[in-house]
């Protein structure tokens, strides 16, 4: 049927090996170039008549792979990384050669079947009743808007009085909370968190109840918690928010990109109490569980009110809308989707989730651990005590510029990947440990150079 020809047999070969090299070997850091560079190493690649699978598999491997930094190396600690375990990538290589539509039960059943059990396995360890459920979409941002969609559709459909539907969050909140605020067309309202970082119940109702009072046909629709911010990885009071929310018949949705992961890590786990009572959530395997780019998981409590916010009709699409069957299609802004919490599940099934909490409680003991050596070296000031696998600290007598010019040296010496950040206005440094592959020793080694 196919026509896998010995040149396809060849090239299919060439392209395992590579993948398998990869795999096995910790990569180069490797760094960007700009795009004359890369021109004057590629030239232009689309050609009439094609350059042939081998040719064109050498200009990846020589020029374009080595301009883009391996997310997974163990001393990538910028923004957050990537650590996904072999069995996934081993696996994506398998959802790329099968073909598989995860939009809907009709086409991809088996796909959405197994895709749903590791969603369950994370709506369980939060506590979600039952009948939750949800969908892989790309990643946070798209996740986080894809929920709040469905809280303002929800209540929408109630109330026609309200000129003018508000979020609230933390202001330190992730950017794409104010993001979905733009593309939805409605207000937010960003209330301070406490000393400490966390937003705390007292503080969000009263600047609810003031914003009410001084807004009379506004309606505050969504309370967003945050389980872990990117920069510092604070977690917000989940439960006296929920509690804040539900008085007030307000939606309640907690966004743990990164943080979430960590609900199964037994050490840490009371510091999510509360998240069983939102509405929505959700949680990146491609940031701290073990999963390549990209996916996210959103969960929500009730998925019918979902599918009434997100369902396509068309007619060509009527054929799919069957009452007992699951389309993921139906549950976030998006149609066509690949399966893409398929690596993820093949991982979690293979290892069992004991390998996960061990993996996770890995990270979090490097992390600390970083944190002993902070405060034990003579340059540096740890700002926060690491709650989860974030370590942020100063170095004392820095201007930003010094700071960037030391980032852009330890990539140029390809020791490490460590970018600044800022907290209360002062430039910062910070590690993200998301990968298990990362040790002590790598740490001191990024540390010996400030
Ligand atoms: C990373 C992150 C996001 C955005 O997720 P993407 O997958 O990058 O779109 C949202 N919220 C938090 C708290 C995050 O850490």
């Not at 330890?410 to 998301?434: E, M, N, W, Y």
Request: hydrophobic letters at 45%; aromatic letters at 8%.
């Amino acid at each position: 049927m196919h026509e896998f020809t010995p040149e396809v047999e060849a090239l299919a070969k060439e392209v395992l090996e590579y993948s398998l090299i990869r795999l096995r070997t910790d990569p180069p850091l490797d760094g960007p170039k700009t795009a004359q560079e890369l021109y004057e190493l590629a030239g232009n690649t689309i050609t009439a008549k094609g350059l042939g699978g081998h040719e064109a598999l050498n200009l990846f491997k020589d020029v374009l792979a080595k301009a883009c930094i391996s997310t997974d190396h163990p001393r990538y600690l910028a923004f957050i990384p990537s650590a996904p375990s072999e069995y996934a990538n081993l696996f994506d290589l398998v959802v790329g050669a099968s073909a598989l539509y995860g939009g809907s039960w009709l086409e991809g059943a088996g796909a959405v079947f197994a895709e749903n059990q590791a969603l369950k396995w994370i709506s369980d360890l939060a506590g979600m009743p039952e009948t939750s459920g949800g969908v892989f979409v790309q990643g946070g941002t798209i996740g986080n808007l894809s929920a709040l969609v469905t809280a303002r559709n929800t209540f929408r459909e109630k109330r026609k009085d309200v000129s003018r539907w508000v979020i609230a969050a933390s202001s330190d909140a992730h950017s794409s909370i104010k993001s979905a605020a733009d593309v939805m067309d409605i207000g937010i309202l960003l209330i301070n968190p406490n000393q400490d970082g966390s937003l705390q119940a007292d503080s969000a109702a009263a600047a609810i109840d003031k914003y009410h009072s001084e807004n009379p046909s506004h309606q505050v629709f969504a309370l967003v918690a945050t389980a872990g911010t990117t920069n510092l990885g604070i977690i917000d009071d989940l439960e006296g928010l929920a509690r804040c929310a539900k008085s007030r018949d307000i939606w309640f949705h907690v966004d743990g990109a990164y943080g979430l992961a960590a609900l199964c890590a037994p050490s840490v786990r009371p510091l999510f109490n509360g998240i069983e009572l939102a509405d929505s959530l959700i949680v990146d395997p491609h940031k701290w569980l073990f999963a390549p780019f990209d996916a996210c998981a959103l969960i929500y409590r009730n998925p019918k009110l979902a599918k009434a916010a997100h369902l396509q009709k068309a007619a060509y699409l009527e054929t799919l809308d069957d009452e007992d069957e699951w389309n993921p299609s139906d549950y976030a802004i998006h149609l066509t989707r690949r399966a893409r919490g398929l690596p993820f599940w093949f991982s979690l099934a293979a290892h069992g989730t004991d390998e996960y909490a061990k993996a996770m409680e890995r990270t979090m003991e490097v992390a600390r651990d970083a944190a002993e050596q902070v405060r034990n070296h003579k340059n540096l000031k740890l700002v926060i005590e690491p709650s989860l696998s974030i370590v942020a600290f100063e170095r004392v007598g820095w201007e930003r510029a010094d700071y960037e010019k030391w980032s852009d040296q330890l990539l140029a010496d390809q020791i490490g990947f460590v970018t600044p950040s800022a907290h209360k206005g002062k430039p910062i440094l910070r590690f993200a440990i998301v990968n298990p592959w990362t040790k002590e020793s790598d740490i001191s080694a990024i540390l010996a150079t400030l």
